[in-house]
Nanobody, 125 residues
């Protein structure tokens, strides 16, 4: 079993930056596909970014491409989401996720079998 815990959320002004962290325990995540998602009130959970097994390859949603980056630290078993140029519409609960399944589309919520509890990000205008 993998346990994921997010941190780093908070309140930030539009145009600001935040770095979210996701700490993993139970198993090392190097061989998992790792992703970040978010969910705003009344909306479905939305894919943001993913990084492949052993750090090979990344994928980003169009809405965050060029503003968000995803990275991992295998030694610390951590995943990060660096968010720059934040906008009020980025306000949501942010989740990290991981999957050991063989998937073709890294952006599908249903393909991830491990989830954190989420961290709130609020961007004020």
């Amino acid at each position: 079993q993998v346990q994921l815990v997010e941190s780093g959320g908070g309140l930030v002004q539009a145009g600001g930056s935040l770095r979210l962290s996701c700490s993993a325990s139970g198993r090392t995540l190097s061989s998992y596909i790792k992703g970040w998602f978010r969910q705003a009130p009344g909306k479905e959970r939305e894919f943001l970014a993913a990084i492949g097994r052993h750090g090979i390859g990344t994928s980003f949603a169009d809405s965050v491409k060029g503003r968000f980056t995803i990275s991992r630290d295998n030694a610390k078993n951590m995943i990060y989401l660096q968010m720059n140029g934040l906008k009020p519409e980025d306000t949501a609960v942010y989740y990290c996720a991981a999957t050991d399944r063989v998937v073709m589309d890294w952006g599908k919520v249903s393909d991830y079998n491990y989830w954190g509890q989420g961290t709130q990000v609020t961007v004020s205008s």
